[in-house]
């Protein structure tokens, strides 16, 4: 599905979060700490909109690493980094062909909700991280004031996959999204999650009225 889309993801990103999108990474960018040398893994990095951010804002990375499953994300990916020193890998986020406690920093923006197993790629992500390294995790969640919860699912179920179909021209692909964000964990759920594979200091900060969460947690 991401091979397909890949062409209008960029727009269609945008004009569907009307730009809280780019936003959002950046705040989760903020959290990654800039007073020492860094190697950081982008999962599921797609275009590389997190990938960009991040060379942008923390000269201190000096290995910036993107692994996706999808090969057309990552073809968009390469233009965009074409003057950048990045490296990117066609991979699954459950299976990272990295060595253990190898990055410093993981982040993963969009990506955790459509991996099959969210607990093995969570498993993953603790072995390739270095012992007191970060995890970021960005992904959609619900708003907890019902009047703004209701407002927002009926933008979820019925606006945004027409507008994303038609700038698309893939209109399952964005009905799967607002499926696959209403059936994930998120919150409170989603930090158990992250307890129990071993992750410690384990934060979720809603963004944006709630429609996304940054979670952090360290190894
Ligand atoms: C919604 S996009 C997010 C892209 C990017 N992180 C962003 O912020 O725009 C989700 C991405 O996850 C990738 N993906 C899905 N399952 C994956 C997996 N098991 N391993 C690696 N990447 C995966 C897709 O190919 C797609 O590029």
Same mark, same amino acid.
């Given at each position: 599905?991401?091979? +397909?889309?890949? /062409?209008?993801?960029? #727009? =269609?990103?945008? *004009?569907?979060? !009307?730009?809280?999108?780019? @936003? ?31 060379? +942008?804002?923390? /000269?201190?990375?000096? #290995? =910036?690493?993107? *692994?996706?499953? !999808?090969?057309?994300?990552? @073809? ?39 991996? =099959? ?103």
């Amino acid at each position: 599905m991401f091979n +397909r889309i890949a /062409p209008r993801y960029d #727009l =269609a990103n945008r *004009l569907l979060s !009307a730009g809280r999108d780019v @936003a959002w990474r950046k705040q989760c960018v903020r959290e990654v700490p800039e007073d020492r040398p860094l190697r950081v893994l982008d999962l599921a990095t797609g275009t590389a909109d997190v990938l960009l951010t991040l060379m +942008r804002q923390r /000269p201190n990375v000096n #290995l =910036a690493l993107g *692994l996706d499953a !999808a090969k057309n994300m990552l @073809a968009i990916a390469r233009r965009k980094l074409a003057d950048k020193n990045a490296r990117l890998l066609n991979g699954d986020a459950q299976n990272i062909a990295l060595r253990n406690s190898s990055v410093d920093i993981i982040t993963m923006a969009f990506g955790i909700r459509n991996v =099959a197993s969210v607990e093995k790629a969570l498993q993953e992500m603790f072995r390739v991280l270095a012992a007191g390294g970060k995890l970021l995790i960005l992904e959609f969640s619900l708003p907890p004031n019902s009047a703004m919860k209701k407002i927002y699912l009926f933008y979820f179920r019925h606006v945004l996959p027409l507008i994303g179909g038609l700038i698309s021209g893939d209109h399952g692909a964005y009905s799967y999204l607002n499926r696959t964000v209403e059936e994930f964990p998120y919150g409170e759920l989603f930090c158990q999650k992250l307890r129990s594979v071993g992750f410690m200091q384990i934060s979720a900060r809603p963004l944006t009225c709630g429609i996304a969460t940054l979670y952090s947690a360290e190894k």
